[in-house]
């Protein structure tokens, strides 16, 4: 069975290259979190949310 583990940074030091990201609207990070569990990679593998900072538009 999988399990679901969270940190507070800093993020994971790796050799390996970012395949690839998501951006997403989520109203905090346990809601991130949810959506980052039904990624398909996130079943074998790692995901890690990341907060960006959101700028208004003028």
Do not use: C, W
Not at 1 to 21: A, F, H, I
Not at 41 to 50: D, I, L, N, Q, S
Request: proline content about 7%; glycine content about 8%.
């Amino acid at each position: 069975m999988r399990y679901l583990s969270t940190t507070d940074g800093p993020y994971v030091e790796t050799k390996e290259q970012l395949g690839g990201y998501y951006l997403i609207k989520a109203k905090d990070l346990n809601d991130a979190v949810q959506v980052a569990s039904r990624i398909p990679g996130a079943k074998h593998g790692t995901v890690e949310v990341r907060p960006i900072m959101e700028f208004d538009q003028p």
